[in-house]
């Protein structure tokens, strides 16, 4: 029954394929938001003129890549909204005492279906708890570490699932189970509120850090060059010339 809805393959991430030692998949098949992103940033972010090209670029492409987790987390927060409201429509509709479309509930079901099954970023929003975390590379203090991003487990649910796969019947599913899939919902949405929060945190940190490290290099004093004056030119022109006399006296 459930028609996945995927949505145009933005070439953000890349496979596992030719991928660099610091941005590989892992062992365990961790997909990777280093790859591509990384390329993406290089060709986008311009550098600060007073600061070194690969301290910038690195700088910026860590930022930008966890803020792609965040914006991943945040589509996966607002299709489990919209599943919540659909169950609340289909809750409604199902009360004896209103009045409406008997089919129209229908409509509110493939409706979750389609949201469960989007991608986002060529990545799943929801799973069935299989599926690799989406794994940003940082280095914070000096120290590389590792920010996942996890696909929702939603499509694992026990109430969740039996509800996509129960099929038209002839009428809208019991309102049991219904209820029971918004507490499931909601769950889900606790759980991605926390882990963006705390991406959020991390990003914060990132950007304080970013900002630091530019002041110092930017209050590092330059290497000039000394002006000659006219007289100091003048004065080396006639001392070669006379040398250059003596010598062929």
């Not at 941005?23 to 990384?38: A, D, E, F, K």
């Not at 929801?126 to 940082?138: A, I, K, Q």
């Amino acid at each position: 029954m459930r028609n996945l809805l995927f949505t145009k393959n933005l070439n953000i991430i890349t496979s596992s394929k030719a991928t660099p030692t610091s941005c590989r998949v892992g062992s365990s098949g961790q997909s990777n938001l280093g790859t591509s992103i990384v390329q993406v940033g290089d060709q986008n972010q311009i550098p600060h003129p007073m600061l070194p090209y690969s301290s910038q670029s690195r700088q910026s492409v860590m930022i930008s890549n966890l803020k792609l987790g965040i914006e991943y987390k945040s589509k996966q927060y607002d299709n489990l909204s919209s599943i919540n409201d659909y169950l609340n429509e289909i809750i409604s509709i199902s009360n004896p005492r209103r009045d409406s479309n008997s089919s129209t509930w229908l409509i509110y079901l493939q409706s979750i279906a389609s949201v469960s099954g989007e991608r986002h970023l060529n990545f799943p929003l929801f799973g069935h708890g299989v599926e690799p975390p989406v794994r940003v590379h940082l280095v914070l203090d000096g120290r590389p570490q590792i920010f996942e991003f996890h696909v929702s487990e939603l499509l694992n649910r026990t109430h969740f699932k039996s509800l996509m796969y129960s099929g038209a019947g002839t009428g809208p599913p019991l309102n049991e189970l219904l209820h029971d899939c918004l507490s499931e919902v909601m769950d889900e949405l606790l759980k991605v509120s926390t882990e963006r929060s705390n991406a959020e945190l991390t990003l914060d940190k990132l950007e304080i850090l970013s900002i630091n490290k530019a002041k110092l290099l930017m209050s590092r004093p330059r290497k000039t060059h000394r002006n000659h004056t006219i007289f100091e030119k003048l004065f080396q022109l006639l001392s070669s010339q006379i040398f250059q006399k003596l010598r062929s006296a």
